[in-house]
């Protein structure tokens, strides 16, 4: 069974940081990209970082860029988000994705809140 486990939200003040964390499980981990999808209240949910097999190429929303990384550790299975720089703007539940072109898996979600 796979399992895509989210962990690391919170409540955080605009201008701080949060990490987020994906633990994969049941899955050939390395064989899957990897992406971070948010949710806002009222909004569609959006991709917002993804990153490649072997990690050498990811690819973020415009909102984002310069402010959250996206990185990998296929040993560890584990994907994460670290998000510098947080605005109001951010506040969504973020989601775990993995896909192959042929599976496609989510976590439960994880909330953020930025606010003050």
């Known amino acids: 069974q796979v399992q895509l486990v989210e962990s690391g939200g919170g409540l955080v003040q605009p201008g701080g940081s949060l990490r987020l964390s994906c633990a994969g499980s049941g899955l050939t981990f390395s064989s899957y990209i990897m992406s971070w999808y948010r949710q806002a209240p009222g909004k569609e949910r959006e991709m917002v970082a993804t990153i490649t097999r072997s990690g050498g190429s990811r690819t973020y929303v415009d909102s984002v860029k310069g402010r959250f990384t996206i990185s990998r550790d296929n040993a560890k299975k584990t994907v994460h988000l670290q998000m510098n720089s947080l605005k109001p703007e951010d506040t969504a539940v973020y989601y775990c994705?993995?896909?192959?072109?042929?599976?496609?898996?989510w976590g439960q979600g994880t909330q953020v809140t930025v606010s003050s």
């Open positions: 994705n993995s896909r192959n072109g042929v599976r496609d898996f």
